[in-house]
C-alpha cells in the first residue's frame, strides 16, 4: 500500500508526465517518416498484432475514448492503414483492421516501442519491470 506524502504521490505522477512527454518526444522523432500524430501511432500499435478489434476494445486498448478515437480512424482511413466494417452477427459493432500499409506501418511503430523499452529498460531487473507494470496498471484503473 501507498503511504508517501501528497507531495510524493505529486512526485511520482509528474516524473510519470515526464517520462511519457520523453518517451513521445523520442518516438516522434524516429517516427517521423511516417507522417502520424501520436493518437495514429497509439492507434496502430495496438493493432500491431493483426487482432481485428471493435473500436470499443481499440479504444480500451488505446486509452482513448471512442468518440476521440473516432477522427484519428477516419484520418488512418483515408491514408489507408485501416479499414471498417461490421462485425458479422453484430452491424451495429464497427471493426478496425489493419491494411498492408497499416501493418507496415504498425510493425514500424512496434519495432520503436520495442527499441526504446529495451534502451530505456533494458538495465533494469525483471522485478522492476513488473513492479512498473504493476503501478501503470494501478494508476489506468484509478482513471475514469
Request: no cysteine.
Amino acid at each position: 500500500m501507498y503511504s508517501e506524502s501528497v507531495s510524493s504521490e505529486w512526485s511520482a505522477l509528474l516524473a510519470l508526465q515526464r517520462a511519457t512527454h520523453a518517451t513521445l518526444q523520442v518516438l516522434a522523432t524516429e517516427l517521423a517518416d511516417l507522417g502520424l500524430t501520436g493518437s495514429e501511432i497509439n492507434a496502430l500499435a495496438n493493432l500491431a498484432d493483426g487482432r481485428a478489434r471493435t473500436v470499443s476494445e481499440l479504444g480500451a486498448a488505446a486509452g482513448t475514448r471512442p468518440t476521440t478515437l473516432t477522427s484519428v480512424l477516419d484520418r488512418l482511413e483515408r491514408r489507408g492503414h485501416i479499414t471498417r466494417g461490421a462485425r458479422p452477427g453484430d452491424r451495429r459493432a464497427v471493426v478496425v483492421e489493419l491494411t498492408p500499409s497499416g501493418r507496415a506501418a504498425a510493425t514500424t511503430i512496434r519495432g520503436a516501442l520495442t527499441g526504446l523499452e529495451h534502451r530505456a529498460l533494458g538495465d533494469l531487473p525483471p522485478e522492476a519491470i513488473a513492479g512498473l507494470r504493476t503501478a501503470l496498471r494501478a494508476l489506468t484503473e484509478a482513471s475514469p
